[in-house]
C-alpha cells in the first residue's frame, strides 16, 4: 500500500469497477467517497430479469487476486469447462473450452459479485460510500458535483473525479455536454430477456459444468449455472420482425414457438411463459468515446468508456483490467494524476476497441457457427495443434479467456496463426496434389 495522500477521489458509480477501482484506490492511501445513484444494494432487491449472469475469467481474476478477493469470490462459482451445444433434434454436444479440457470459465452472479466488492471496499479505512446519489451536474474544470438525492440537492467537491457508472454514465454525459469529447453508440436490432430453469429434484436440470447454449441461426438462448442449482437463462433475439420478442405475445403463442425452436426447454422451465410475459427486454449495443481522461483530472472507467456486447463473456474483465491498468499507470507516475490519466487511455483504449471487435464476432459465432460440422472440425483441430505447439499455437478462445494477454496483442497474434496455418495447410495440399500428379503420370508412362 502506498503512502497516505490529501487529494479526495471521487468515484462516481458502485457497481462492479467502481467497487473495484475504491478498493484499489484505498489501498494506495487515497481518501475515496463512492457516489451511488441506487439504494444500497446488499439490503435492496435486483430489478427482475436484470441480472445476466458474469462468466469470470483470467483478467477478472489477476484484479480480485491482488485485492485478496479471488478466493471469496471463487467460493461461489462455478467453473464451465465448455459449451453444451442444444440442437433442436438430437442430443447435446460438449465442446471444451481448452485443448486438455481443464481451464474453465467461472459462473458468478453479478449481484453477489457486486456486494462483495462493495463491503470490501467499505471497509477499508478512508472509503464513503453515498448512497441514492444520482449526478446531475458536473464542473470538468472545478471538479464540482451535484447530486440529486431524497433529501434534495447536495454539491460535492473532488480533485480527482471517476467515472465508473456504465453504459450510460452520467459522468460521460457531462462531459459529453461540456464539449469535451464525442461518443458513438451503435446498438444491435438484438435485445435479451431473461428466464430460469429452476433446481429439479434439488439437483442441476442440466450439467452445471458448461455454458449451454440453443444456437438457432438468426438467435439463441444461453444458460448459466447458479450455486442454488437453478440455471439463468438468456435469450438473445431481434427486437422486431418475425420470430423476435415483438412477435411473440400471447401464451399459446409464446409455448408454440418455444416447443417448436427449444423443445428441451418447456419441461425444465415450469415459469417460462410468465417470465417472457413479464421479464422486461434489454438493450444491446457497443459504446465508444474518443477521449477518456479530461486534463488528467476526470476520467471513465469500464463500461462508462467502452461498453461491449456480452457475447465473448470479457465485460466486467474488460473493467476489471482497467483498473489494474489505472493502478499501474499511478506507480509509474508517482501518483501524478495528470500523467497517469492519459497514460491508462493510451494503453487502454486500443485493447477495449479489439475485445468489442471480437465480441461482435462471436456473437456470430455463438448463434450461427457452433452447431456447424464444419466449426468443430476447426475447433478439434486447433486443440490438436495447441497439444501439439504448446505455447506456440494458442487459440483466440484460450488468450481471451486464460491468459492477460492485452487483447490488441490477441488480434495480432491470431491473426499471424492463422497466415501461417493457411500457408502450410496450401503447402501441404500442393505437395499431395504434385504427389498424386506424380503418381498418375508413372501409371500412365507404365
Known amino acids: 500500500m502506498s503512502a497516505d495522500h490529501d487529494d479526495e477521489v471521487a468515484v462516481v458509480g458502485a457497481g462492479l469497477s467502481g467497487c473495484l477501482l475504491a478498493a484499489f484506490l484505498a489501498r494506495r492511501g487515497y481518501p475515496v467517497t463512492l457516489y451511488e445513484r441506487r439504494p444500497d444494494p446488499r439490503t435492496g432487491r435486483v430489478d427482475r430479469g436484470r441480472s445476466i449472469n458474469l462468466a469470470l475469467s483470467e483478467r477478472g481474476l489477476d484484479a480480485l487476486r491482488r485485492i485478496g478477493l479471488d478466493a471469496r469470490v471463487m467460493a461461489e462459482a462455478l467453473p464451465m469447462r465448455g459449451r453444451m451445444i442444444h440442437p433442436v433434434d438430437g442430443e447435446p454436444q460438449f465442446q471444451a473450452y481448452s485443448a486438455a479440457g481443464d481451464r474453465a470459465i467461472n459462473s458468478i452472479s453479478r449481484g453477489a459479485l457486486n456486494n462483495a466488492l462493495l463491503t470490501e471496499a467499505a471497509a477499508l479505512p478512508g472509503v464513503q460510500v453515498a448512497f441514492d446519489h444520482r449526478l446531475v451536474d458536473l464542473d470538468p474544470g472545478t471538479g464540482e458535483m451535484i447530486f440529486e438525492t431524497p433529501q434534495g440537492k447536495v454539491t460535492a467537491t473532488a480533485p480527482v473525479v471517476l467515472g465508473a457508472d456504465g453504459a450510460g454514465s452520467a459522468v460521460r454525459g457531462q462531459l459529453l455536454g461540456h464539449g469535451l469529447l464525442r461518443e458513438s453508440l451503435d446498438f ?71 416447443a417448436q425452436h427449444y423443445p428441451d426447454l418447456l419441461p425444465l422451465a415450469p415459469n417460462l411463459v410468465d417470465e417472457y410475459l413479464h421479464n422486461p427486454v434489454g438493450v444491446l449495443g457497443t459504446v465508444r468515446c474518443d477521449s477518456w481522461q479530461v486534463n488528467g483530472t476526470v476520467g471513465l472507467l469500464g463500461d462508462a468508456a467502452h461498453a461491449i456486447v456480452p457475447f465473448y463473456g470479457q465485460g466486467a474483465n474488460c473493467a476489471f483490467e482497467d483498473v489494474v491498468e489505472l493502478d499501474r499507470c499511478l506507480d509509474e507516475c508517482a501518483d501524478d494524476w495528470s500523467a497517469a490519466l492519459p497514460r491508462y487511455q493510451h494503453r487502454r483504449q486500443g485493447n477495449a476497441e479489439a475485445i468489442a471487435q471480437m465480441a461482435l464476432a462471436n456473437f456470430v459465432e455463438m448463434r450461427d457457427r457452433v452447431a456447424s460440422p464444419l466449426f468443430q472440425l476447426s475447433r478439434r483441430v486447433e486443440h490438436t495443434l495447441e497439444r501439439a505447439l504448446p505455447g506456440r499455437y494458442v487459440s483466440r478462445y484460450e488468450l481471451v479467456s486464460f491468459s492477460t494477454t492485452p487483447y490488441a496483442e490477441v488480434r495480432r497474434r491470431v491473426r499471424y496463426q492463422h497466415q501461417v496455418l493457411g500457408a502450410v495447410v496450401g503447402g501441404a495440399a500442393a505437395l499431395l496434389a504434385g504427389a498424386v500428379g506424380a503418381a498418375l503420370r508413372r501409371r500412365r508412362r507404365g
Do not use: Q, V
Not at 449451454?212 to 433475439?237: E, K, V, Y
Open 188 to 258: 444491435l436490432d438484438y435485445g435479451y430477456k431473461e428466464l430460469t430453469i429452476p433446481p429439479m429434484g434439488g439437483s442441476f436440470a442440466l450439467d452445471p459444468e458448461a455454458l449451454h447454449i440453443w444456437p438457432r441461426g438468426t438467435s439463441m438462448m444461453i444458460a448459466l449455472p447458479n450455486p442454488d442449482r437453478s440455471f439463468t437463462c438468456t435469450l438473445f433475439w431481434p427486437t422486431h420482425g418475425t420470430a423476435s420478442f415483438a412477435s411473440l405475445g400471447s401464451p399459446a403463442a409464446i409455448e408454440r414457438h418455444f
